[in-house]
Structure formats: structure tokens, C-alpha cells
């Protein structure tokens, strides 16, 4: 691969050319002083190094974006990015003092502007960078848990983008015995044995994300068919329990999806929420492990259909299940401590939506990007209103994700433009798209995280558990 032939595919302008061309002149003249790249891979230049370096603008994305290279080397891919797209604002870190001095050369001989950083990763100030949703790039060969570890400061707000070859697994597998990560993993386009591990968030494996002692109570609910609150509980809990939380999925709807969606076979006589419901059986009593490590659900049965019509003739009808919830916490068998509690709703606003409001710290309302469904909205938030008025007065709109997104179809964009600028940040950034493997998973009684984890539709739930993993922390520190 030459020069022209990586202009050509990833589009860099005339200007931009200019400067890559007088970067890597630059770079072979230093070369020949101090050892800025490997001696073997000079022939592969263009390749090997600028090419790898370019691929990470399709995970950074386009405009001004906030990027922290460490130990950029020989820039490399932190001073490339800055040099084909100027728009990016590029902080390049590096303790070697000669390879300093040669990204600042290059800077200078390019006339652009990053800011250069001459110190070790682990003693840089990560404080002035917070509040710019960071993008931490590197191409070190130190290990995933030690880069980890120089990121992990930086990706309160931001992510990071590690270049790996092909022990990747391996990375993966030693850095978790230390680390809770949540993560995507991109293959290379340039080295088919290389990958782009694309981290979301980080936290000790000592301290999972949540550390308050009462679980975070979530209700997955919209009163319209067919949005996907099943398939959002189930991929969201395996994501939680993924990154080391403890959840609980507590299926309230009658169909059941949540529950066979995780493998669990329903059969008569079984105890489910309808016996919780009625008190006639506690969560712990019910619930089954999923197979997935700390996630748990409590299934639901057809008897949940005549559960109103029975409800209506009982004491606190409306606060039957956070009663439940509340018993589980407080006596909950040792070492069985969850930090999220997931209530998947039946698809209308009946007495059991009710009681999951009732029983919730925040509703979580995907909603499908169709013509109506603003007006399905509208009466969902109403119900909000009535309950967090009458019965439970910490009831929060946690946030509102957009579901089956078809960017091909002009429609979901108009949809997702009008919710945006009705609900402002209470529109998750993630929008979860339309996408087969999450519609096949299902059947094979698993999320659809297990099923393809490198499909469209796992790689935007892994973004919202982060997203709502963030949310939470902010919510907590305020």
C-alpha cells in the first residue's frame, strides 16, 4: 500500500496529503539517528504505521474530538491523526526526550497545533482532560493491563482505543483478572491478525461500578408492543454482569420473553413472579440463574394474565412488588448482593407496569423510531407524572433509548431528531439499530450479546450499559 492508495481510501485531503508526506520524509531522515519505528517495517511505511494509525478515525468519528495519544513514539497514531484532520484536538504524550524532540519538529515543519507532553503517562494530570469526553489512543506494545492502567484516570468521561495484534485473547484474559472492563472488539482492516479493542469503561476488579448498598431499581417500560424492552433487559443485564455488577431481571409480563430469552424453560406449576405478587412466594424463591455469572432472573408464568383481576382485591395492590424487592434486599442469602435490579413490563399501562413504577428508582423507555411514537410517549410520561405524584416520589426518567433505527430509512432519522429536541439528554447517545442477529437470538434462548457479541445490535447494548453505567456514577456523585 503507497501513499495515493491510503489518500484514496480513507479520504484525506490535498492539504492533509502535504503533510503526511513531509511527516514521513521526516520520519526516515530521524531514523537514520534514533530508532523512532522498527528497522524491518521501514519498507512498509505507509502501510504498516500510517495506514493503522488512520483507521481509528472511524471509531473516533468526525469534528472536534479531544485526543490523548500515550506514548506517541513516533507519533504514531496520535501525530498522523492530528496531521490528516486538523479538526481534531490532539494531546501527544511521550517520556523519551529525542523522540520529543522529533514530534515537536514534525509539528513545527507541519504548522499544526497539538500540544506535546514530555513525561510518562502515569504522572500527567488527567484533570484538564475530564470534561472533554476523551479519546485515549495508543500503539504501545506494553500490555492491555498496564495500558489499563494509565487509562484508566482518563475514561471517567472518555473511552480508549488500544491497537492489538494477534495475543489479543490472551491481553484480554490476563487484564481481567484485574480489571472490569467493558468493551468492543474491531477487527483491523489493515492487519487481519491485528484488532482495535475499543474500551468503554474500567474499574478495578476489588470494585465493581455500583458500590452503593441498595441496588439501583430500573424499569424497562413503554406501553407499546414491539419497542423492545425484552430484548433492552436481557442484553442490558448480560452487559452489567459482564462489567462485574450483580443484576436481578424481574419479569413482569405474561408472555415470559425475558425469561425464555435466557434460557429459562417455563412449565406449569412453576414458581414465578405471579406467586410474588400474591405473597405467596419470595424473589428468592423464585428466581433461576441464567447461566450467565452474576445475573439472575425471577421468570414469569401465564398466570400473570389474571394477576389484576386478583390484585385488585389486596392490601397495598400497588406496592406488592417493591414490598418484594425490598424483603429480597433485606434478606437476601449471603454473598447474593445485587447492584441492579432490571423490571421487565408487559406492553400496556396496567396494574403490573404500575407496581414495577411504584417498586423503581428510574424508568428506562426504549422506543421504537416510528411515526407515532412520540404519542405513545406522551402517555407513558403521564403515567410517570401520576405515579411519582401518588406513590412514589423518587421516581426518575432514567433516559429514553431509540430502538430498530434504520439509517437507511429517512424516517428513523426524523424520529430520532423529533425525541431528541423534545427530551433533550434524556435521549441515550446509543441508538440500538434494527439488526437480524438481535431478532435470532432469541430463539437459540440467549442475549443477543452471547449469540454474535461482534454484531451491530451487541455493539450498541455494550455502548448503552456503559452510557447507563455513566449516568449513574453522575448521578450518585451529585
Known amino acids: 500500500m503507497n501513499s495515493e492508495e491510503v489518500f484514496r481510501r480513507f479520504d484525506v485531503s490535498r492539504e492533509s496529503q502535504a503533510r503526511l508526506k513531509l511527516y514521513a520524509d521526516l520520519l526516515l531522515k530521524w531514523q537514520a539517528q534514533i530508532n523512532l ?4 517495517t521501514i519498507p512498509f511505511l505507509w502501510k504498516r504505521h500510517i495506514a493503522d494509525s488512520l483507521q481509528l478515525r472511524t471509531y473516533i468519528g468526525t469534528g472536534e474530538k479531544t485526543v490523548v495519544d500515550l506514548g506517541s513514539g513516533a507519533g504514531l497514531p496520535g501525530l498522523v491523526l492530528a496531521l490528516a484532520f486538523p479538526e481534531y484536538r490532539v494531546t501527544l504524550i511521550e517520556s523519551n526526550g529525542k523522540k520529543a524532540a522529533f514530534l515537536k519538529e514534525a509539528a513545527r515543519r507541519s504548522e499544526i497545533s497539538v500540544q506535546i507532553i514530555q513525561s510518562r503517562a502515569e504522572h500527567v494530570d488527567s484533570e484538564p482532560f475530564r470534561h ?38 490472551a491481553e484480554l484474559t490476563e487484564a481481567m483478572k484485574s480489571w472490569r472492563i467493558i468493551y468492543i472488539r474491531h477487527p483491523s482492516v489493515i492487519d487481519s491478525r491485528g484488532v482495535i479493542l475499543e474500551i468503554l469503561e474500567v474499574c478495578t476488579s476489588m470494585n465493581t461500578v455500583q458500590e452503593a448498598a441498595r441496588p439501583r431499581i430500573l424499569t424497562i417500560a413503554n406501553q407499546k408492543g414491539g419497542v423492545g424492552k425484552t430484548t433492552t433487559a436481557i442484553n442490558l443485564g448480560t452487559a452489567l454482569a459482564a462489567v462485574g455488577e450483580s443484576v436481578l431481571i424481574c419479569d413482569l409480563d405474561p408472555q415470559g420473553n425475558a425469561s425464555t430469552g435466557l434460557g429459562i424453560a417455563r412449565h406449569g406449576g412453576m414458581k414465578s413472579t405471579y406467586h410474588v405478587l400474591m405473597g405467596e412466594a419470595t424473589l428468592s424463591e423464585v428466581l433461576m440463574e441464567s447461566g450467565i455469572p452474576r445475573l439472575y432472573c425471577a421468570p414469569s408464568t401465564m398466570d400473570l394474565l389474571g394477576a389484576e383481576l386478583e390484585l385488585s382485591e389486596v392490601d397495598r395492590k400497588t406496592y406488592r412488588l417493591e414490598d418484594a424487592i425490598a424483603f429480597e434486599i433485606r434478606e437476601r442469602p449471603q454473598g447474593r448482593e445485587y447492584s441492579y435490579v432490571l423490571i421487565d413490563c408487559p406492553p400496556s399501562l396496567n396494574l403490573l407496569t404500575i407496581n414495577a413504577l411504584t417498586a423503581a428508582d428510574a424508568v428506562l423507555v426504549p422506543l421504537q423510531c416510528e411515526f407515532f411514537a412520540l404519542e405513545g410517549l406522551s402517555q407513558l410520561l403521564k403515567t410517570v407524572e401520576r405515579v411519582r405524584a401518588n406513590l412514589n416520589p423518587r421516581l426518575a426518567i432514567q433516559g429514553v433509548v431509540l430502538t430498530m433505527f434504520d439509517k437507511r430509512n429517512s424516517l428513523s432519522e426524523q424520529v430520532a431528531q423529533d425525541v431528541r429536541s423534545v427530551l433533550g439528554e434524556k435521549v441515550y447517545n446509543t441508538v440500538i439499530p434494527r439488526n437480524v442477529r438481535v431478532s435470532e437470538a432469541p430463539s437459540y434462548g440467549q442475549p443477543v450479546l452471547l449469540y454474535d457479541n461482534d454484531c451491530a445490535g451487541s455493539q450498541a447494548y455494550i455502548r448503552l450499559a456503559s452510557e447507563i453505567i455513566r449516568r449513574e456514577r453522575h448521578l450518585r456523585a451529585a
Open 37 to 40: 519505528v522498527g528497522a524491518d
Open 132 to 169: 472533554a469526553d476523551p479519546v485515549i489512543i495508543s500503539r504501545a506494545v506494553a500490555p492491555l493491563y498496564r495500558l489499563l492502567g494509565l487509562a484508566a484516570p482518563f475514561l471517567e468521561t472518555g473511552r480508549a482505543l488500544f491497537h492489538k495484534g494477534q495475543d489479543a485473547g
